[in-house]
């Protein structure tokens, strides 16, 4: 049962969506009713915040087992007494895992309101306060330290400073107000800090924001297993081509001891300026981030002796991770998506560019992991087909840790190549939401067979590069 509506779409990107879950080979495989069941479970849990908050250990500067102990002491503090496991991943040993209490149906709606946006919105779903510059409206006579209900509004209609909205919002919890309705909408939005401390969320999460923050990084399960999966070694060169804010940067490097070289890009200069504030924060050294279009990093002819940095020459990477930009229809929770179809299918063009000139930084012999966060076929499976057919020197390889699905159907892909993919589909989940007395009944493994499968929807494929072409 559903806490939320569905997730919010333009009529063409559902009719895009729909004939993409109900294509041919899946009708083929499951049945009409199953396809269909399992599409509407998918629109049904994007508006809906997966189980469990996912931590990453920095094991560069910490055991997971302090770590664990550190953090079961903030969440407990947080949480005011509640006590509420944490657990480490059996498979991926650096991940901890916090399960997420809710939906808390019980809570009680105040008079006086503060309206979000729904970017905020979906951050309060994942354990942030509330930020000034998230906040649209409030109620009239509004005072800090005011008990007040949390909404967002996830069409985008409320007026910024509007005293009252009746348009469609959704409740999200309450919290306290930091400042004064005059003081949030007379400071010219020039204001940073807290607006609303969120007391009662309609989802508990622990709030994580400037917490042991050289000691853990906040990620999306899939997104850590696609640091095992490329697997790098200490003293090899390795590349993350689209890097930005450094997640899986910051984990390639700890994962080889911060011994070797990452090299990571992004063509936006202030992501590339966060890259290195979290490899300094985490102190990690042996990562060097540049400024640069990945569809660009190929150097024509020799480079100059002593230049570190983009164009690069040609198979001089171990491993390269391409994470790339994509439409993003995985993340969660996401109430509403207001993308065109136009916007949703345009990323496919620029992804075979970034991969193509993947194929000629990496060396013979080298590992190629290309992931999304998205859940259509074109960026994805489709994606994969072409792939193999326009690069005979590259081959599907098994990827562990094996903590998804395989992949869709419909891109003409074998069954045997869908069994190399790994597709995080959380349509496969039944149950919905978590309150502390069956979380106390839950047994571990139940658990983390839950957590693997109610994650954000993602995409892994690895490749091994076996000639130069």
């Known amino acids: 049962m559903s806490f939320f509506s569905k997730i919010l779409l333009q009529p063409e990107v559902e009719e895009y969506l729909g004939n993409v879950f109900r294509n041919k080979e899946l ?17 049904n849990c994007l508006s809906h915040p997966p189980a469990f908050t996912t931590v990453r250990v920095n094991t560069h500067l910490a055991s997971v087992k302090q770590v664990k102990n550190l953090l079961f002491e903030e969440i407990h503090k947080q949480f ?30 105040q008079s006086s309101e503060v309206i979000v946006g729904a970017q905020c ?99 999306n ?48 200069a202030n992501k590339v300026k966060k890259i290195k504030q979290n490899a300094a924060l985490l102190q990690l050294n042996c990562i060097k981030a540049f400024c640069c279009d990945g569809t660009k990093a190929l150097a024509i002819g020799k480079k100059e002796d002593g230049q570190e940095g983009p164009p690069f020459s040609a198979e001089s990477f171990d491993r390269i ?16 998506y207001f993308w065109t179809l136009k916007e949703v299918t345009s990323y496919q063009p620029l992804q075979r560019k970034l991969f193509s000139m993947a194929v000629k930084l990496l060396k013979p012999g080298g590992t190629l992991v290309y992931s999304t966060c998205t859940i259509t076929l074109s960026e994805n499976e489709e994606q994969v087909a072409w792939a193999l057919e326009t690069f005979p020197c590259l081959q599907l390889q098994s990827q562990e840790p094996r903590i998804g699905g395989e992949g ?36 571990e493994e139940d658990l983390i067979l839950l957590a693997n499968k109610d994650c954000i929807g993602f995409f892994i494929a690895k490749f091994i590069k076996l000639n130069s072409k």
């Open 408 to 443: 869709m159907m419909g891109a003409g892909l074998s069954l045997d190549q869908l069994k190399l993919l790994q597709r995080f589909d959380p349509s496969s989940v039944t149950s919905r939401g978590m309150d502390i007395n069956s979380l106390q009944d839950s047994r």
């Open 121 to 219: 919105g979906n951050s309060v779903l994942r354990g942030a306060h509330v930020f000034v510059p998230g906040i649209i409206s409030a109620s009239k006579f509004m005072k800090a330290g005011d008990v007040v209900s949390v909404y967002s509004d996830i069409e985008g209609k409320c007026k910024r400073g509007a005293k009252e909205f009746l348009g469609t919002k959704v409740f999200i919890g309450n919290g306290i107000s930091e400042l004064s309705r005059s003081e949030i909408f007379s400071s010219g939005g020039s204001l940073k800090g807290i607006g609303v401390r969120m007391t009662d969320p309609v989802y508990l999460s622990p709030s994580l924001d400037n917490v042991l923050s050289s000691y853990l990084f906040l990620q």
């Open 321 to 336: 991770l391409l994470d790339v930009p994509c439409s993003g229809m995985g993340q969660r929770p996401n109430m509403a």
């Open 221 to 268: 399960l899939p997104s850590a297993v696609v640091s095992h999966v490329l697997n790098p070694q200490p003293g090899e060169r390795i590349l993350d081509m689209c890097a930005a804010p450094g997640g899986k940067t910051t984990h390639l490097a700890t994962l080889m001891h911060d011994q070797g070289e990452v090299i990571a890009m992004d063509k936006i």
């Open 80 to 109: 005011k007494g509640l006590s509420v496991p944490i657990l480490q991943h059996p498979e991926l040993q650096d991940i901890l895992l916090i399960p997420v209490i809710g939906p808390r149906k019980d809570l009680q709606k």
């Open 27 to 43: 009708i083929s495989a499951l049945g009409t009713l199953e396809a269909e069941r399992k599409y509407e479970s998918l629109l």
